[in-house]
């Protein structure tokens, strides 16, 4: 579809700067990819050169920035006035409900509330319990005396193995595995035995978990997941660990059984923590730092072994600086070893 300039500008609450206002804008994209047809967005000042080098036929910009060489409209969120650009010309594709399909297998004992669908070929045990609204897609696989909240969305292919309870208006994304087993062995005369997996797993409401991303059950208790978490595709959380709500888990984090955390932390990409520790309330874990002690409330860490950020950029700064120092620390060895060949006798004269 093809929308004004002066019309997109309403729609996006903003104000157009520049351009006729009957120009026809064909399309939304971002600076390297736009074309003359498309606006596209620049969300800071400083970044307002880049601008140039596209070929974007208008930006959205924030408020304030005054006429740029091309049409703009300046709005108060750049980011959410550009998703609304987007939705125009890109409308999400709505699904309509289609309740449950006839070649979903469906335990007779389980309980599903109104408009809940199902779609084919998904698995649903017995005793299972499905809250209002819920959407269970193809070849999800929900095993017995699992209990799902309303409005919760499970994405084909993921498992939810048996007892996993799931909160309302959670996200369970392709190919996620919650409730497995802890990965828990007593060595014997004979090879390992698996310790008690009488657990369960437990997200609370508001959580999303990402594609391929592995929760496993507690070994008596539960493995909890608090309300509002955000975990990304590819993360590791083992048996019996407690996160807090709102916490951030970024991509192919791995966290070690029975770690606990307070509430909005965050942990960046590829963060490992051992087990049995504690991060406190507000944390943030630096991309790939190793965390094998308690963090703080507030602590913002970085590294293997994960030190404050501060101290860890001290050590960076000091280690740029060994090439330097190397070549410094030869220069004076030869002056010593110079001096001492000659017994003084330089030091003596320029006395």
């Keep these: 579809m093809a929308i004004t300039l002066a019309d997109l500008a309403t729609k996006v609450d903003g104000t157009l700067v520049g351009g006729e206002p009957t120009r026809l804008v064909l399309g939304a994209a971002t600076l390297d990819s736009a074309t003359a047809g498309d606006i596209t967005l620049v969300d800071?000042?400083?970044k307002?050169?880049?601008?140039?080098k596209s070929r974007a036929g208008g930006a959205i910009v924030p408020a304030g920035t005054g006429p740029l060489d091309r049409p703009s409209i300046e709005v108060a969120d750049v980011h959410a006035a550009f998703a609304t650009a987007i939705t125009?010309?890109?409308?999400?594709?709505?699904?309509?409900?289609?309740?449950?399909?006839?070649?979903a297998a469906v335990d007779p004992t389980a309980r599903l509330a109104a408009d809940v669908d199902v779609h084919p070929y998904a698995t649903i045990g017995a005793d299972v319990e499905i809250g209002a609204g819920a959407t269970i897609h193809s070849g999800a696989r929900i095993m017995p005396g699992?209990?799902?909240g309303a409005a919760s969305v499970i994405f084909p292919n993921a498992v939810l193995y048996e007892n996993t309870i799931v909160g309302a208006r959670c996200i369970v994304h392709a190919n996620a595995v919650l409730g497995a087993y802890g990965f828990g062995y007593k060595p014997g005369p004979e090879g390992y035995t698996i310790s008690a997996q009488l657990g369960w797993v437990e997200l609370a409401d508001d959580v999303e978990v990402g594609a391929a991303t592995t929760i496993d059950r507690g070994t008596y208790g539960p493995t909890l997941i608090g309300a509002g978490t955000k975990i990304d595709n590819l993360v590791m959380i083992a048996h019996n660990c407690r996160i807090g709500r709102h916490a951030m888990i970024c991509s192919q984090v791995g966290v070690a059984g029975s770690t606990t955390t307070g509430d909005w932390v965050v942990m960046a990409g590829q963060v490992g923590v051992r087990d049995h520790v504690h991060i406190g309330d507000k944390a943030v874990l630096g991309a790939r730092s190793g965390v094998s002690n308690d963090i703080e409330a507030g602590k913002i860490v970085l590294g293997e072994p994960a030190i404050d950020l501060r101290d860890r950029k001290l050590q960076l700064a000091t280690m740029s600086k060994l090439p330097e120092m190397r070549r410094e620390l030869k220069q004076l060895a030869a002056r010593v070893a110079c001096l001492e060949g000659s017994g003084g006798r330089g030091t003596a004269e320029a006395a």
Excluded: E
């Design 146 to 148: 699992c209990r799902i």
């Design 48 to 52: 307002l050169h880049l601008l140039a």
């Design 44 to 46: 800071a000042a400083d």
């Design 88 to 103: 125009t010309f890109r409308p999400p594709r709505c699904a309509t409900r289609i309740g449950v399909s006839p070649h």
